[in-house]
Structure formats: structure tokens, C-alpha cells
């Protein structure tokens, strides 16, 4: 019995390094993912390319009017 609760007691603080490693390895990452730049694919670009286009439409458009009778 006396075996027993000392590998639960050393289980137990090695389970809980491993999750306190982890939970700085997890913050780490996360900061560098915030440091590097987004990844743009093609179809990406076109999209952005196309919005700016219509945004510079939209722009320029004059709201028609209708004569009241």
C-alpha cells in the first residue's frame, strides 16, 4: 500500500510538470504566431483586388432620382 501511494504521488507531479510545460510551450507558440506575418494565397489576393475595385465604384455612384408625381 505504501509502493502504491508514492508512484500515484510521483505520477501525479510529473502529470502535472507536463501540463505546466505544456501550458508555456501553448503561450510561446501562440506569440510567435502573432509576430509572423499572415500567409496571402492567390485567391486571396484576388478577392482583396476585386473588393477594391467595387469599393472605388461605389465611390463614384450617384444615387438616381425619380420625379414624384
Given amino acids: 500500500m505504501f509502493i502504491f501511494k508514492i508512484v500515484m504521488i510521483i505520477a501525479v507531479v510529473v502529470l502535472a510538470l507536463g501540463w ?14 502573432k509576430k509572423r506575418p499572415k500567409p496571402t494565397t492567390e485567391h486571396l489576393e484576388k478577392v ?8 472605388k465604384k461605389m465611390e463614384d455612384y450617384k444615387k438616381p432620382t425619380y420625379k414624384r408625381e
Avoid at 505546466?20 to 504566431?33: H, K, P
Avoid at 482583396?48 to 469599393?55: A, L, P, V
Fill in 48 to 55: 482583396k483586388d476585386s473588393f477594391d475595385e467595387y469599393t
Fill in 20 to 33: 505546466i510545460a505544456y501550458g508555456i510551450w501553448s503561450y510561446r507558440e501562440r506569440i510567435e504566431q
